[in-house]
């Protein structure tokens, strides 16, 4: 069975500095991954997925992510926060092998400070 | 704006009623999914159709029902309602149904059973 962890329910950063929010993933075989955002009362919105390639991902916001295979990892990083960029963010796993559905973590609340 | 819409935005119901909530997928995708978002659940996949046909299921209730249209729209029919299906539920949509899609999410429907 695949499965996603989100540790930190809750990220504070200041406005300004960088930020990671944090995923780890489990699969049989290998993995594409995928974040998401939600902003209050909207749906998920997609940043960013990894499917094959370069392990740094670059996608929407400013947002990057960086797939390390030996540690089941796909960190969400950002150089420089926004208040704009408080949200709810979610990681979400599909095995390769065979058909499998997105599974999504618990997510995690970044709240940016100004 | 994804492209997905769904109707309505907001229901209010009592227990033991039934309810359909709707969605129309971005224009071209051929594949729906349903998910429902709860606090103490978090994100859960409820199913999936293809095409009109039924692709994948998760953790869906025997009370919860949907189907795919020719046009491609999607319906989910909840019925006996109980007071923990009270939840946001969100349709997504992609292009097709490869484990590489990108899902689109719409806005939700937010279900409070009374």
């Known amino acids: 069975a695949q499965s996603v962890a989100q540790p930190e329910d809750q990220v504070n950063v200041a406005e300004g500095n960088p930020l990671t929010v944090k995923c780890t993933y489990s699969v049989s075989g290998n993995p594409y991954l995928f974040w998401y955002v939600q902003y209050p009362n909207r749906g998920l919105q997609f940043l960013l997925k990894?499917?094959?390639?370069?392990?740094l991902v670059k996608g929407s916001y400013g947002f990057e992510a960086e797939f390390n295979k030996s540690q089941t990892s796909f960190h969400l990083k950002k150089p420089s926060a926004l208040v704009s960029d408080s949200a709810l963010y979610f990681c979400a796993v599909r095995d390769i092998r065979g058909y499998s559905t997105l599974t999504f973590g618990k997510g995690t609340m970044l709240l940016v400070s100004p | 704006d994804s492209g997905v819409t769904q109707t309505p935005k907001h229901l209010i119901t009592a227990t033991g009623q039934r309810v359909t909530l709707r969605c129309s997928p971005r224009?071209?995708?051929?594949?729906v999914y349903w998910y429902q978002q709860s606090l103490d659940q978090g994100l859960q996949f409820l199913i999936q159709?293809?095409?009109?046909?039924?692709?994948a299921k998760g953790n869906i209730l025997e009370r919860f029902s949907a189907q795919q249209f020719p046009d491609l729209h999607s319906e989910l029919n909840l019925s006996s309602l109980e007071l923990g299906d009270s939840a946001l539920y969100f349709c997504a949509s992609s292009p097709y149904s490869g484990s590489t899609d990108t899902q689109y999410f719409g806005p939700g429907t937010r279900l409070t059973v009374l």
């Open positions: 224009s071209g995708d051929l594949s």
């Open positions: 159709y293809y095409n009109g046909e039924e692709r």
């Open positions: 990894y499917i094959t390639g370069d392990n």
